[in-house]
Structure formats: C-alpha cells, structure tokens
C-alpha cells in the first residue's frame, strides 16, 4: 500500500483476524453504531457501522483542497437557491419528463407565489469527490456530487477517528496512528442548526428531526441531537406522516407539530420518490415549506442540490455569473468539476449521446436521484440511451465523466461479512454548514470530512445502501 499500511501487516492473516475482532470492540466502544436490518426501529438490537479495517490513504494537498473550496460551495448553493430565474431554466428540459423533480418544482414556485414566511436559511450539506488518477501519478480532486439534503454520516464520522487509531496502535503502527486527523462534523452541524434556532427566536420552540420511517442510521443523527440538547435546545423525531397528523400552522404560520412550536426542521427524509407513501407525506411537506419554521434545506436549495443543476454549473460562464469579480473564487471552485453533458434536446445533446454510445466505459449516466444505486455505467448506458435518446425522455438524465481513483487495498468489516481483503475506491466528502438571514450570511463554515470506501466490484451505492464502509484518510 502506497505510504500506508505495510504489506507485511495486510497479509499477515492471524495478525489481520485479531484486529478484525479488537477494531469491532472498539467501533461498538466508540459508538459507531447501527441499528440492525432484523430490528430497524428498536435499539434493543445494534451492530457497529460497516468501516475499514485500515484508514485509506489521501493526499494531504487535495485533502486541503477539497477543504478550502468547501465555504465557496455554501456560497454557491445558498446563491443558486435564491436566483429563481436559474432554477427555473436549468430545471425547465428536466421537469417535462421527471415528475419527482417537478413535483418539487412545483411546490418552489408556490413558495414563491405566496412568498417565503421565513427570511432565515439553514445549509448543512456535503460535497463528494474522488481522486482521479492521470497518467502522470497525480491525483486530481473532482466532485462527484453536493448533497444539499439529507447529507449523512456527520455523526458516525465524529467517532471513527479513534477506532482507527486505536486499530493502528494495537499493529504496531504509532507514527500513523498520529497522522488520523480529528474530525467533528457533528459539533459544526449543531452549532449551525443552533444558530438557526436562535435566530427564530423562541425558546419553548423546537428542531425538528423529520425522519425516515425505517431508521437504521438513527445514531448518526442522534449524535447531532446530542450536541443541540447540550446547548439546551430541544429535539423531537417526526416522520411525514406525524406532521400530517399533528402539524397545523396558526395564523402567523408558525408550525406546531404535537403541540410543540417548531422552529428549524431538519430533513434527514423526503430526498426519493419512495420517502413521500401518500398524498398526505406530499401535504406535509408542504406545509412545512409553508410555515415560519426555518427549513434545512427549504425547498429551493433542495432543488439546488439536484444532478441536472450541477451540470449546468460547469457550462462556460456560469460560475462567474454567480461569483461577479471573483475570478480567483471561480478559479477554485471549478479546479473540482469533472466534465458534465446536457442530454437536453438539440445538437449539443445529440453529440453527448454520440459521445457516450462510443465510449460508454468513459461516462456515467445520473437520472435526478439520490440514494445510491440509480446510477448507469458502462453497456447498460447504451441500453439506457438507445431507448431515450430520440425522445424527450433523454433529458430526465446527465451524462457524467467517470472518475478513476487508484485501488487501494484494504478489508471491509461489516456484519457477518468475510474478513478478506478487497481493492477499494475511496471517496472523500467534506461537510458545510451555513446561515443565511435575510441577505447576510450570518455563519459560513466548513466543518469536518468522511471518507467512505467500496469495493471497486461495485461502481455505485453508499454505506446506507450497503456498499460502501465508514473510513478515515490517513494522509500521506
Ligand atoms: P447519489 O445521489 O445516488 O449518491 P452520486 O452521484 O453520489 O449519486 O453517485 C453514487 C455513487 O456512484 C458515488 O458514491 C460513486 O461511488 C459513484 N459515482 C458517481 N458519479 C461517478 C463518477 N463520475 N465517476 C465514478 N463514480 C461515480
Ligand atoms: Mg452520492
């Protein structure tokens, strides 16, 4: 392993078996922890969160990079969220043949119509890259995605620092075991959050976690939770269909759910089709786009955060449309763009479709959604695209570059999964918090990274989806 572990210590297998068993210890020590998919809903049963057995090596440059950029994107997206004429275009092919987008769209316009209650916005999101390897040996930071809604992991994160640190001082390795950076998403996410409850202004009122009906992942929130209850600010947990059952506005649209006032709502659900059952989940969602609550993400950064507004980001002029002046801002931000093609209809997407049906191992075809696992790669684009690409239909997807970081090995550790040791790709994600009021940011602030890691069998889906694993970068 290039300036990682040794190869000594990744095949000395009794050696790898008994940290296998001590990592696991100390995952469920540390609180790195899921609920089981036998009990999704109850804490009586939990296992420990899938994570690597080794941390993944990262180059300390890009590492820093993909940090300094991170207050640039909140500016971007919270920007982007707010210039209700780009929305609209860059959304326009998209939302003819993508009801779920549309269906989002439509509540933005009503927002806009009726005019936004609340003046106060609140951004926690995460910006994904992955390392791609050039002919050179240089590894190039190139975003994957930035997910504006329900970015998670922040929790489980800020606990695996010490499992791997431990995991090296037990093989022997000290010096590496010091360079495993300190990582607290979940502080910075709560302090946004709290600057959010704050700025609303009353304190019988609540955050709101709106949550998934299945909840595997609850620690990972619940650490955040943690944070907000130790400054004294009550949480709740509700998913749609409590809102639609208790939620009401009063005349000034203050939203009470349960009796409770609700002063910021945190989404940590309502990102797929699948999240909203019935009209009523539909229903909900609106009326706490409606209300007074601060709404993280409202519903105009959700749309920010889509596939099709990224693409349209890296088209030439964009960028400086929003960052007037700013050429070095500009400069920073597009460093990380990996190349980006409209399948909109016209001779510009006939040369995307062109393009893709002759080099399909080169791209990734992405429809507007989220969650792992919608993603299309190599024969299967031409499939995909052979039945679209003379309609409309085609403008539901974007095609992307496909990025190529260098394998690493390393052993996955999951729940009665094999201990053997796999090639892995790894992807950095870099968390960013903000708070917009009215038209001043109020707090801009990057705060923490995860690294997830997959076998490279598997060219799509995340730890929620059952892929990827918890990591941590050890810089090199
Ligand atoms: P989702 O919203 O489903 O998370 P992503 O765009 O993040 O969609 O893609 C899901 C996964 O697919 C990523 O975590 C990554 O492993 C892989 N992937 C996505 N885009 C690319 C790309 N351009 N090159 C290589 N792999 C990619
Ligand atoms: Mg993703």
Known sequence: MAQGIPDEVMTNTSLIKELADVAKDEALLQGVLMRTQETPNSSELVTYAPFTLFPSPVPKAVFLQALAVQTYYNTLVDKISQDTDFLQNALASTIEVDDFTARLFRIHQQILKEGK???????LNRSDYMLDQSKDKMSSLKQIEINTFA????????RTPDVHRHILKVAGRFEESQRILDNNPAIGLARAAAKAWELYGSERAVVMFLVEDVQRNIFDQRYIESELWKKNISTIRKRF?????????DQNKRLFVDGKEVAVVYFRNGYMPQNYISEQSWDARLMME???AVKCPDISTHLAGTKKVQQVLARPGVLENFFPGQPQVVEQIRATFAGLYTLDMGP????TVAMALAAPDQFVLKPQREGGGNNIYGSEICQVLEGVKDNTERTAYILMDKINPTPVQNYLLRRDGPLTISNCLSELG???AYVRQGKEMVLNECV???LRTKSSEHSDGGVAAGVAVLDNPLLI
């Open 290 to 292: 409606r209300s007074l």
């Open 151 to 158: 970015a998670s992991f922040g929790g489980l994160s800020s």
């Open 117 to 123: 209650s609340q003046s106060v916005v609140l951004g």
């Open 348 to 351: 510009e997407g006939d040369k």
């Open 430 to 432: 870099v968390f960013g």
């Open 241 to 249: 269909d409590d809102v639609y059952k208790t939620g009401s506005l």
């Open 448 to 450: 923490g990274h995860l």
